[in-house]
């Protein structure tokens, strides 16, 4: 392994530190200063190789820290200073952004150039523009100038243990607020037309021969795979992809640049082309292809490790290729410091570092018992795979068991569909019929692509679940590979002195998970952020999960599977214990039937109305094992030391009202702790509960906050030290109301917010309890 991939990782760690540590440039400027004389003075000094080596390390780690630092100071007149205030403003539509959701908005990026309308000032950034009450069948222009006014929202996502980080991922991506507007509020100028916008008529023209020519299902997969994205992919079908290991595959990828390549070099080799004719060409096919894709971050990061591989292939088999990626990362480092935080740049370097170090060591293992042909592909998968597992599980919360099976199975065949849909897309602007017959049999033979991958996700062992592991965990891990694969500097180490790290490493490792099982449980309560809706999950002493209410929300993001079901792995809870919902409005009950598609769920108490659409689903897909049924007030249920009191849950008489009269108040108590849920129980029903036992040190307030609930003499009689308000940042209803803030400031009680804090963490110990913020401290989840 070679001084200069090294270099790359010390780089990043420089990098990484800048952008996740608030350390001043002066720090790193003083850092670069000392290690640039220390590299120039261990060269002209001739010192220790030892020596030099260190300076030159501490080198390139203050010069990443450096590129990183600079990076991560966003400039003063970017748009996200803008945000929650009302804006005038002038920006070019970025080519290729501009899609019709299935809600009939348009949806499209916008690159800023200037706010106001007289006193213009220049601005920069992206916004991310919704546009409602566009005209039907009237498509949106790919390009131009668009003027925007109204109210910049900043990126808020969902800040809850176990999810990616939206609001980070936006600002790799320089996207600095979001806005909502009418079609009739805008302003439109036409421009030049310009390049990226020729691509992205090639793409759309691309799009449409796929639809053409096949179903929706097919051509949305193929669409992905082949020109990037997931727009319009089944759920079902990501997931499967998902637990299988294989979901890189649905969109362009290294994976994808490294097989243009080999197809390029095997025609080439066919036609008898020399080896220095072939590599420029397959420089230009994979650069062009770049072009179709809109050379966007991913595939441009794509393209240059591609790049990085011909460069290694042109100068022969004395290359060392580790050193030609590690310069690519580093230059690409120096181009795009925050792209080291993008969970597709780390993913692709360590795999691409896997097959360059790991192959060479396992192949001659198993070419030994196997075909050649096997040994090959079984090699680069695990050398991928070793690479990239403290990663995934870091990111995932989950280990994919049959990740190999569905590489060696499903992914041959993919790259097959893979250049037939190549083919098939450029002979449809030369030989439209042509074109259409290979489309079609790339379909063909995408089906059993998909039913192979489908029925191995649906295999009980096929992923494991890995919950929260602390980051010494990766370097054990990475320890343990250098020690057997005898990287440097271990390469010298004794047989007796390998075994014995290796083994220490593996106690480590399991050490780490007997600590998780055993260590001590305290009563614990996560009210998740899922927006303007309410969900809270309970974790016992005795480890047993209850989840009141599941969000929800309209369209495709289902709370269920997008939030509850990452948290749930991030905690390592494998089923829940009980599920109680308390009415079935959707932002209560919208993820419900998806969660119980995915997980085991031994009870459910639902309330007592008329199911909703929501409910209904929720019981179609609950198996047969589930206990089902209705809350009764007065009504006590055990799960182990704690107690399920249904303080109340009205029943549904008449088809009347909005539903919030339905609503069941639930007190969950452990010894001496306790918190009330009251769902969207109303005013009324808040009185009616007051006589009886709902003294609780944390209460969720009513309706997230609403001034119909939160009556002042239920708030005393529950008396709580802590109230959660489970809201949705900016939302419409004006929730909460400025009344129930009053309230509760009146009456010192400690006011937790989802909206500002993200999700809220309250751990009971003994009568105490204390209260987090997932977005403010996080290490405390």
């Known amino acids: 392994?070679?001084?200069?991939?090294?270099?790359?990782?010390?780089?990043?760690?420089?990098?990484?530190?800048?952008?996740?540590?608030?350390?001043?440039?002066?720090?790193?400027?003083?850092?670069?200063?000392?290690?640039?004389?220390?590299?120039?003075?261990?060269?002209?000094?001739?010192?220790?190789?030892?020596?030099?080596?260190?300076?030159?390390?501490?080198?390139?780690?203050?010069?990443?820290g450096l590129v990183g630092t600079v990076a991560n100071k966003t400039p003063a007149n970017h748009v996200s200073f803008l945000a929650n205030t009302d804006v005038y403003l002038q920006g070019e539509i970025v080519p290729g952004t501009s899609k019709?959701?299935?809600?009939?908005?348009?949806?499209?990026?916008?690159?800023?150039k200037s706010?106001?309308?007289?006193?213009?000032?220049?601005?920069?950034?992206?916004?991310?523009?919704?546009?409602?009450?566009?005209?039907?069948?009237?498509?949106?222009?790919?390009?131009?100038?668009?003027?925007?006014?109204?109210?910049?929202?900043p990126i808020t996502g969902f800040a809850n243990p176990g999810m990616f980080n939206s609001e980070r991922m936006a600002k790799i991506q320089n996207i600095g607020g979001r806005m909502s507007v009418k079609a009739s509020e805008l302003q439109y100028k036409l421009t030049a037309k310009p390049w990226l916008a020729y691509v992205a008529e090639v793409s759309a023209a691309m799009k449409r021969s796929l639809a053409k020519t096949m179903d929706r299902r097919d051509s949305a997969v193929l669409?992905?795979?082949?020109?990037?994205?997931?727009?319009?992919?089944?759920?079902?079908?990501?997931?499967?992809?998902?637990?299988?290991?294989?979901?890189?595959i649905l969109s362009v990828s290294g994976s994808h640049i490294a097989l243009l390549i080999g197809a390029v070099l095997a025609i080439m080799n066919y036609c008898k082309i020399r080896h220095k004719i072939a590599i420029p060409v397959a420089a230009l096919v994979i650069i062009g292809y770049a072009f179709l894709c809109g050379f966007s971050p991913p595939v441009l990061r794509s393209v240059l490790m591609g790049l990085a591989m011909l460069l290694g292939l042109s100068l022969g088999k004395d290359a060392d290729r580790g050193a030609i990626?590690?310069?690519?990362?580093?230059?690409?480092?120096?181009?795009?410091?925050?792209?080291?935080?993008?969970?597709?740049?780390?993913?692709?370097?360590?795999?691409?570092?896997?097959?360059?170090?790991?192959?060479?060591?396992?192949?001659?293992?198993?070419?030994?018992?196997?075909?050649?042909?096997?040994?090959?592909?079984?090699?680069?998968?695990?050398?991928?795979?070793?690479?990239?597992?403290?990663?995934?599980?870091?990111?995932?919360?989950?280990?994919s068991l049959c990740s190999l099976l569905a590489n060696l199975v499903v992914v041959p065949i993919i790259e097959i569909v893979l250049i037939i849909t190549l083919g098939g897309l450029v002979l449809s602007f030369i030989v439209p019929p042509l074109g259409s017959i290979f489309l079609i049999a790339a379909s063909i033979v995408l089906w059993p692509c998909l039913v192979i991958t489908d029925w191995i996700a649906g295999w009980?062992?096929?992923?494991?679940?890995?919950?929260?592991?602390?980051?010494?965990?990766?370097?054990?891990?990475?320890?343990?590979?250098?020690?057997?694969?005898?990287?440097?500097p271990l390469q010298d180490l004794s047989v007796e002195n390998r075994k014995l790290c290796g083994i220490l490493c593996l106690l480590v490792l399991l050490g780490q998970q007997a600590f998780y099982v055993f260590m001590p449980q305290p009563f614990t309560v996560y009210f998740l952020d899922v927006g303007q809706g309410d969900s809270a999950l309970v974790i016992t002493p005795e480890r047993k999960s209850i989840l009141v209410d599941t969000g929800g929300f309209k369209g495709n993001f289902d709370t269920g599977?997008?939030?509850?079901?990452?948290?749930?792995?991030?905690?390592?809870?494998?089923?829940?214990?009980?599920?109680?919902?308390?009415?079935?409005?959707?932002?209560?009950?919208?993820?419900?039937?998806?969660?119980?598609?995915?997980?085991?769920?031994?009870?459910?108490?639902?309330?007592?109305?008329?199911?909703?659409?929501?409910?209904?689903?929720?019981?179609?897909?609950?198996?047969?094992?589930?206990?089902?049924?209705?809350?009764?007030?007065?009504?006590?249920?055990?799960?182990?030391?704690?107690?399920?009191?249904?303080?109340?849950?009205?029943?549904?008489?008449?088809?009347t009202g909005n539903g919030n009269e339905n609503s069941a108040i639930i007190k969950i108590s452990c010894g001496k702790n306790s918190v009330l849920f009251t769902g969207d129980a109303t005013g009324e029903a808040e009185l009616r509960a007051v006589n009886s036992n709902i003294k609780a040190q944390v209460l969720k307030i009513s309706h997230h906050g609403s001034p119909s609930s939160s009556e002042l003499e239920f708030l005393q009689a529950v008396s709580p030290s802590t109230a959660v308000i489970s809201v949705g940042s900016n939302n419409t209803f004006g929730h909460p109301s400025g009344e129930v803030l009053g309230k509760l400031s009146r009456l010192n009680i400690?006011?937790?917010?989802?909206?500002?804090?993200?999700?809220?963490?309250?751990?009971?110990?003994?009568?105490?309890?204390?209260?987090?913020?997932?977005?403010?401290?996080?290490?405390?989840?």
Request: proline residues 4%; hydrophobic residues 50%.
């Open 561 to 655: 599977e997008r939030i509850i079901l990452p948290v749930m792995r991030y905690l390592g809870i494998k089923k829940l214990d009980v599920l109680i919902l308390s009415h079935g409005h959707l932002d209560h009950a919208g993820g419900a039937a998806r969660l119980a598609q995915l997980v085991p769920i031994d009870n459910v108490l639902l309330p007592r109305e008329k199911p909703c659409k929501e409910v209904e689903a929720l019981l179609h897909n609950l198996g047969s094992k589930t206990n089902k049924e209705n809350m009764f007030p007065g009504e006590k249920i055990s799960l182990g030391n704690c107690i399920i009191d249904v303080v109340d849950a009205p029943q549904q008489i008449e088809e």
């Open 325 to 399: 990626l590690a310069g690519v990362v580093i230059l690409m480092l120096c181009y795009r410091p925050l792209w080291l935080l993008d969970i597709g740049f780390q993913l692709s370097f360590l795999s691409t570092a896997g097959l360059i170090y790991v192959t060479p060591k396992i192949r001659p293992l198993l070419v030994e018992k196997l075909p050649v042909f096997v040994a090959d592909s079984l090699a680069v998968c695990l050398a991928a795979q070793i690479a990239v597992i403290p990663f995934l599980v870091y990111y995932f919360h989950q280990l």
């Open 115 to 153: 706010v106001g309308k007289k006193d213009k000032k220049k601005v920069q950034g992206i916004i991310r523009v919704s546009v409602s009450k566009y005209p039907k069948n009237k498509p949106f222009p790919q390009y131009g100038i668009l003027i925007v006014k109204g109210k910049l929202l």
């Open 100 to 112: 019709e959701l299935e809600d009939g908005k348009i949806s499209l990026q916008l690159e800023a």
């Open 460 to 488: 009980g062992w096929a992923a494991i679940a890995v919950p929260k592991t602390p980051v010494y965990m990766a370097i054990v891990y990475y320890l343990a590979v250098w020690t057997i694969f005898k990287f440097y």
């Open 750 to 781: 400690s006011t937790y917010r989802t909206d500002k804090l993200g999700a809220v963490k309250v751990v009971f110990d003994g009568s105490q309890h204390e209260c987090y913020s997932y977005r403010y401290q996080r290490k405390y989840f």
């Open 1 to 64: 392994m070679s001084f200069i991939f090294g270099g790359a990782i010390v780089f990043s760690l420089g990098d990484y530190l800048a952008l996740t540590i608030n350390l001043s440039l002066l720090f790193w400027q003083i850092l670069f200063g000392v290690a640039l004389v220390s590299s120039i003075a261990a060269f002209f000094l001739q010192l220790s190789k030892k020596v030099y080596l260190g300076a030159a390390a501490l080198f390139l780690f203050a010069a990443g």
């Open 223 to 248: 669409a992905g795979m082949v020109l990037g994205g997931y727009d319009g992919i089944d759920a079902d079908i990501v997931r499967s992809f998902s637990t299988t290991g294989i979901v890189h």
